[in-house]
């Protein structure tokens, strides 16, 4: 049903993001669907929906019609948020990474923004020195090795 024949461009259909492999990790993590009431809509076909609006960054009413409706995506969007299972695949997948020492936990982000010096200021200012490491990355920094699943990452030369 995935496979290459039948989302090519020219039947109208979009490819899909997920491959087989990459569902076979993400489906386990996922809620059940519910057993009584009307049909649930199936996880794989809402994930890709999510995900394409996500990557085109088009309106959810925009969803092409192969995927479940929009509201269908956008609830199920929102009630994973609320489940958590969002930051339960991104622990599961960072964990993973980790393990296959694919991190180089000295070039990583948290957060940031960046932006334009204003007024002739100039572009890029070395922070001072009491700046460094501020409050938010130590917080930061606690829960995340708090709530890991592996240990902190030994440092590599």
């Known amino acids: 049903?995935?496979?290459?024949?039948g989302f090519g461009r020219s039947m109208g259909m979009v490819k899909p993001f997920l491959t087989?492999?990459?569902w076979e990790q993400i489906a386990p993590l996922l809620p059940q669907t519910r057993s009584r009431g009307r049909p649930f809509a199936d996880n794989r076909q809402v994930l890709e929906g999510i995900l394409w609006v996500l990557r085109s960054g088009a309106r959810w009413r925009d969803l092409p019609p192969q995927y479940p409706s929009a509201s269908t995506c956008w609830r199920r969007l929102r009630d994973w948020e609320?489940?958590?299972?969002?930051?339960d695949l991104w622990r599961?997948?960072?964990s993973r990474l980790d393990r296959q020492q694919k991190l180089d936990w000295d070039q990583c982000?948290?957060?940031g923004s960046f932006a334009p010096a204003k007024k002739g200021a100039?572009?890029?200012e070395k922070p001072s020195g009491a700046r460094v490491q501020s409050g938010w990355w130590w917080s930061t920094a606690k829960v995340y090795l708090w709530e890991a699943e592996f240990l902190r990452p030994a440092r590599r030369k």
């Open 1 to 5: 049903m995935y496979g290459e024949e």
């Open 20 to 22: 087989d492999e990459q």
């Open 82 to 87: 609320e489940q958590g299972v969002w930051l």
């Open 92 to 94: 599961a997948f960072l």
């Open 109 to 111: 982000f948290v957060d």
């Open 122 to 124: 100039t572009a890029s």
